[in-house]
């Protein structure tokens, strides 16, 4: 039996990854594939390993228990997510320059 949990992303995170492999593609097509790969990859490694992500450190009330966990080979890209007790729930992908907090509560 597995332990993985089921992931469900929100509009705004799904928005997220094509807007950043967009802009990768501008550079490079292949590096815009590889993006969306370890985007991907990482997104399903949290169903399996919750835990690996790190707390958000934030004073914002409503963010109070948001994850990040930093997109495999793209150091600059962070998943934001919540572990519930029956799922993962992908906030945002967001790239390390944004306003974190203003970001996040967008939906």
Do not use: C, W
């Not at 039996?1 to 097509?29: F, Q, W």
């Not at 992908?93 to 996040?104: A, F, H, K, N, T």
């Amino acid at each position: 039996m597995s332990n993985r949990k089921p992931i469900t992303r929100r509009p705004k995170a799904v928005e997220d990854v094509e807007l950043h492999a967009m802009y990768i593609a501008d550079g490079s097509i292949d590096a815009a594939l590889r993006f969306l790969q370890r985007a991907e990859q990482t997104i399903k490694g949290l169903a399996l390993f919750p835990e690996s992500g790190a707390p958000f450190v934030t004073s914002v009330p409503d963010l109070a228990g948001v994850r990040t966990k930093l997109v495999k080979d793209f150091q600059n890209h962070v998943v934001f997510y919540i572990e519930r007790d029956d799922s993962i729930e992908v906030v945002r992908v967001l790239r390390g320059g944004q306003d974190m907090d203003v970001e996040i509560t967008k939906n």
